[in-house]
């Protein structure tokens, strides 16, 4: 109870500095627009599905690792040493987390909405594929947020976090673009619905790896 | 604990072992009968140099997450030298892995790269290891290269266990035994073969783990001329 009340401040906090600062928001939008009319400059229109979706998927893993991998660097030691000493590192790691999939999760939809417009969207069955953007987002919020942590005690290098962290985002790629290119078919629920579980799970296993792998991090 | 782990690394059994299973796997992994069969010809014989690596690789990289967890409870720096460099030893494996089995798959499926959950396991195991050895390398403070290292190798294993044991089950592979092929069983109905993988596994596994160890005892040495 005393962990959520200190994550649920930290994000408060999180959010309203952000909001304050709208200059890392904005530059974020822009990237992804950028990024999606560089595709639709370079390809035109897209017609095979499995290559909409594909596009759309890497143009999120760019928007998302751009997004978090600030998410550490941007905090001031003095900061961060004020969290050290007042706050465990559980509420620190989890507050990123749920902060980065609620920012990731609203990129998404934006991304989603314009690069349906620009490209034609094949996709049958909107719901699913909302729900998959949404596990996605926790994905790869959840990933590359611990990566962003783990390269902040590093040496602080915006790059390594792409180096570190897109080997570990395979498999969650492979599983979230099968999950939505079935969406895009407007395959049935109860095919979709396993590799939804497995999704579930995966994205389990990272937030609990954080939880449990941060405190290491945290402590200097 | 560690100087348990000490003795059974400088006890000369295992390494004999090791050395009498290898010797054993190449006379009899050339020599020995195999089946005859279509396509894949006498080129079966690389069951006993590329599926080992697999398993040698497997072996090293649970060494090093499991040091990785040692170091973290215990913070030892000996537990992540041990770590790191069974890390580096996978990577061996995983590239003669990788070689074997696209020579083998040159002649067998006709191409020395294709689409498939096995090859694509193994080369985001090298990526991983190689991000590994570059974040270890960017930091420069040895207890803090040993504790960030040691989080990012037990996060990168378990999404690598992910990636190359549960992926290859939802997906059509063309390796033996998977996506509808028949395993290797069938073609060795008279085990003759088996005779000779099992010792094969053991054999490079302890091999993989010897020269692990002597790489630590060399970085020690380093180390004590370093300080000296």
Known sequence: ?220 | MTSNNKTIARAWWWKALAIAMLIYTFIMGFLGTVPAMPIINESIRNLYFHVTMWMGMITLMFINVIYSIKYLRSGKLYDDLVGEESARMAMVFAGAGLVTGMIWANFTWGAPWVNDPQLNGTAATMLIYAAYFILRNAITDEIKRARIGSVYGIFAFVMMFVFIMIIPKMNDSLHPGKGGNPGFNKYDLDSNMRMVFYPAVIGWTLLGVWMMSLRVRLRKIEEKIHNA
């Open chain 1, 1 to 220: 109870m005393k962990l959520g009340t200190q994550v649920l401040t930290l994000i408060k906090l999180e959010a309203k500095l952000e909001w304050k600062n709208r200059q890392a928001i904005t530059s974020l939008l822009v990237y992804s627009l950028a990024s999606i009319y560089i595709s639709y400059l370079s390809f035109r229109q897209v017609l095979d599905p499995v290559t909409w979706n594909a596009l759309f998927w890497i143009i999120m893993l760019f928007a998302g690792t751009n997004a978090i991998a600030k998410s550490f660097l941007q905090e001031s030691k003095g900061l961060q040493f004020f969290y050290y000493s007042m706050l465990p590192p559980q509420a620190v790691i989890l507050s990123k987390i749920f902060y980065n999939i609620l920012l990731l999760s609203i990129l998404g939809g934006i991304n989603f909405f314009i690069y349906s417009m620009i490209f034609q969207s094949p996709v049958q069955n909107n719901e699913q594929y909302l729900i998959g953007l949404v596990l996605g987002s926790i994905g790869l919020s959840s990933t590359l947020t611990l990566v962003a942590g783990i390269v902040s005690k590093a040496n602080n290098n915006a790059a390594l976090v792409a180096i570190l962290g897109f080997p570990l985002l395979f498999p969650l790629l492979l599983i979230i673009m099968r999950f939505t290119g079935n969406a895009v078919s407007g395959y049935s629920w109860a095919i979709n619905q396993s590799w939804c579980g497995l999704l579930l799970l995966l994205n389990g296993i990272i937030i609990i790896l954080s939880y449990l792998l941060f405190p290491y991090l945290w402590k200097e």
